[in-house]
Every structure is written in structure tokens, then in C-alpha cells.
């Protein structure tokens, strides 16, 4: 099997796709916009060949890229980047080079704009918030006439939080008009809840191999754009309402030989046509793996490998990797450099001790999401989470 791998060192953990695709007997083959000496030695032990392109975002030298391999490999059964960032060029390559093995051009917008997905979660029958995209103030007026405010804007091609906003008044509606940014925004009305994930890697069927959730703060558009402290928490089992709603989403999306990352509220108030206290409603899809080292929190929370579990599906269609059925929690939680606090690095270190499975500083790229600090540990219950958030993020007076 040729495998191409898209930007194998960006988030760095990546370099372990790699290495179990190489260890199930595929040839790996990169193509990244770092240098082949700037990478990390244990990618550079997966990779048979490596292709430096000055600019990913030119199409041209991606093709070229593409056909350099295949004219020296033979035919290439596997594109890939697992990165939201360049899931379109992923898409847009498999259909030049009539690669069966993933999501062509034709069918990648309903996967990437928030206002396309609303089709598919009807077609699976999953509630989810009324959503305009907008086009003239007079247009966006009526849409909150009927739904009232607050609601949120958001790019309709957009990753995380970022250049998300809540209106909350006439006045901040007439605001954001004023200063429209010049990209398609949608607008969707506002839904009080926590925000749940359904992970998952499906095979060629569409069906679940290895399933996760997470929990995320409902309040992660301030942790952008205020930069406040980060947490969230993988938890023991999914929710069995949650899986349900997610298995479905992965069949009215069309879901195959994927590591995804769904999104869903968890309803803590209730809302009229959408559901009571407790219920899930459809957020948007994520067509990759949760960002940051969420996989590696789901491999702690799991005692398990999604990695291995990931390239048993490319190379087998199948999970060989059987459930350990040890399940906890893996908590992650993230400081700011700007920010005092309580507990020393030393302290966290020593208190926490083997529970502590992870204690970097994070790129500056993703400092803005995942802050600049981060600590992850495994916790066997709620209340050990909840003591870990508590000492890492207290802050000093």
C-alpha cells in the first residue's frame, strides 16, 4: 500500500499515524512545508520518502508533489492529512489522481460549510439549532425577528471558536453589520449547553470501530477570544444517546475509513423544537481527529491506541485491537503565560506524580485554543477530575 501522509509533523503528534501504518506494512510516504532536516527523528523513522513544498497552499506543487510519488512508487491508494486545514486539497487530490479511498472534491463542501450540514442532520433525523446564511442586514433582521436573540455568527468555512461571536442586542447586530468581515458568515440561533463530542473511526461500511466523547466548557468562545484558561475532560463511556445521534450523523454524512470529531450540545436548558434538559442536539462535524493531543487523551481515557486502531482500519477495514475495558477520565487542563498562579510547575509535578501523563508548553500556533501550558492526567472519577482543575488553574490574588 502507498500511503501519502499531508503535513505528517503538524500537531506533532501526527508522526504516530505514520509509524502504525509503517509497522502494518505501508509505504509512507510525507509531504509537509518543513524542511526534511526540521523533523523530529522518529518521523523521519516512518516515512520511506519525504517531499518538501515551500507552499502547501499552492495546488500546483501539491500535484506535482502527488505525481513525483506515484511515477516512482506506482499508484497511490491513500491521501491523507487528518487536518482540517487541508481537507480540500486532500479532496481535490484524490479526484486528479481517481484515489477511491476517501471524500472527492465534489462532496467536501457539505462536510466543511456549517450551512450545508444542516441537510445531512435532517436526513438523520438529528435536531439541530435554525440557521440562516447571510446575505443582506434586511435578511439576518428577519432571521432574529423569528428566533430572537441572542444568536451566534460564525464563518460558514470556519475551525474552533475563532471569529465566533454572540449578539446579544440590537445594538451589537448593528455593530457587527457595520464592520462585516468579507467572508460568508452564517448565523444560527443560540443554544444553552455543554458541548459533548462523538469520536469516532469508521470503516469502509461507515461503521463505528472505536468511539470516544469528550466535554468542553460552553463558554469556549471567551476561552478564545478572552484567553481565558482551557479545560475539558474525556470521559470513561459515550453517553449512550450521544452515540446513537452519532452513529446516525456518520450515516447521513457518508461517513467512510475516517477519524472524525462531532460535535453536539448537551441541552442545559430547554428549547422549544429542538429538546428538554439533558437532551443532544447536532452542532457541527469535524471531518478528522479532535485537534491538540485529544487523541492521546482518548488513548489514556481508554487504555488503548486510536492511532493503532486508525491504521488497522486503513490497512484491514477492521479493529484488531480489542477494548481493554479499563475506562477513566483524561483531564487536560492549560494555563496563560499573562496569568499568576497559586501551584507551581513543581508542585502540580509532584502531587500528581505517574497520574501525570503529559506536561508541555504548546506551540504558538495553537496557544490561542490550547494555551500556552498545558497538563494532562488520568482521573478515576468526577471528583478526582474535578480536584486536579481546581490545583492546576487556581490563580493567585
Known amino acids: 500500500m502507498n500511503f501519502i501522509f499531508v503535513s505528517p509533523h503538524f500537531p506533532r503528534t501526527y508522526w504516530n499515524f505514520c509509524d502504525r501504518l509503517k509497522k502494518n506494512g505501508a509505504n509512507v510516504l510525507g509531504i509537509g512545508d518543513a524542511p526534511y532536516n526540521c523533523l523530529e527523528p522518529q518521523l523521519k523513522d516512518c516515512l520511506t ?7 502547501m497552499e499552492d495546488y500546483d506543487k501539491m500535484y506535482r508533489a502527488v505525481a513525483f510519488f506515484a511515477f516512482k ?8 492529512s487528518n487536518n482540517e486545514y487541508w481537507l480540500e486539497s486532500d ?3 484524490r479526484s486528479d489522481f481517481n484515489i477511491a479511498s476517501g471524500v472527492r472534491a465534489e462532496q467536501i463542501a457539505g462536510w466543511k460549510n456549517k450551512f450545508d450540514m444542516k441537510k445531512f442532520y435532517a436526513a438523520g433525523k438529528i435536531p439541530t439549532a435554525r440557521c440562516h446564511r ?12 423569528e428566533v430572537q436573540f441572542p444568536v451566534i455568527v460564525k464563518p460558514d468555512n470556519g475551525v474552533g ?4 461571536w454572540k449578539l446579544s442586542s440590537q445594538v451589537e447586530f448593528d455593530n457587527f453589520f457595520d464592520h462585516l468581515p468579507p467572508v ?6 443560540f443554544v444553552a449547553g455543554d458541548i ?3 469520536d469516532a473511526i469508521c470503516d469502509s461500511h461507515g461503521e463505528p470501530l472505536f468511539e470516544s466523547s469528550s466535554v468542553f466548557p460552553p463558554s469556549i468562545m471567551d476561552i478564545v477570544l478572552k484567553e481565558e484558561d482551557l479545560s475539558y475532560w474525556t470521559i470513561p463511556q459515550v453517553p449512550q444517546a450521544l452515540a446513537k445521534l452519532g452513529r446516525a450523523a456518520l450515516k447521513s454524512f457518508g461517513v467512510k475509513n475516517r477519524f472524525v470529531h462531532m460535535e453536539f450540545f448537551r441541552l442545559t436548558q430547554a428549547k422549544k423544537g429542538l429538546g428538554a434538559v439533558g437532551d443532544f442536539v447536532g452542532l457541527e462535524v469535524n471531518m478528522r481527529p479532535a485537534g491538540g493531543y485529544t487523541p492521546d487523551m482518548m488513548n489514556y481515557a481508554h487504555s488503548t491506541d486510536v492511532y493503532q486502531i486508525w491504521a488497522d482500519m486503513v490497512c484491514s477495514d477492521k479493529r484488531l485491537l480489542k477494548d481493554s475495558g479499563d475506562h ?3 483531564v487536560y487542563a492549560a494555563r496563560r503565560d499573562k496569568r499568576r498562579y497559586v501551584h507551581s510547575n513543581q508542585e502540580i509535578v509532584e502531587r500528581y506524580g505517574e497520574r501525570l501523563v503529559m506536561n508541555e508548553r504548546m506551540p504558538q500556533v495553537m496557544a490561542a485554543t490550547m494555551g500556552n501550558q498545558m497538563y494532562m492526567a488520568k482521573a478515576k472519577t468526577q471528583e478526582d477530575k474535578d480536584e486536579f482543575l481546581k490545583f492546576v488553574l487556581e490563580q493567585a490574588r
Not at 49 to 55: I, K
Open 49 to 55: 520518502e519525504y517531499y518538501f513544498v515551500d507552499n
Open 73 to 80: 512508487y506506482g499508484r497511490i491508494d491513500w491521501i491523507e
Open 91 to 93: 479532496a481535490r487530490l
Open 134 to 145: 447571510i446575505t443582506t442586514k434586511e435578511a439576518a433582521q428577519k432571521f432574529v425577528d
Open 161 to 164: 471558536a475563532h471569529d465566533t
Open 184 to 189: 460568508q458568515y452564517v448565523m444560527e440561533e
Open 196 to 198: 459533548y463530542s462523538y
Open 328 to 330: 477513566h477520565y483524561c
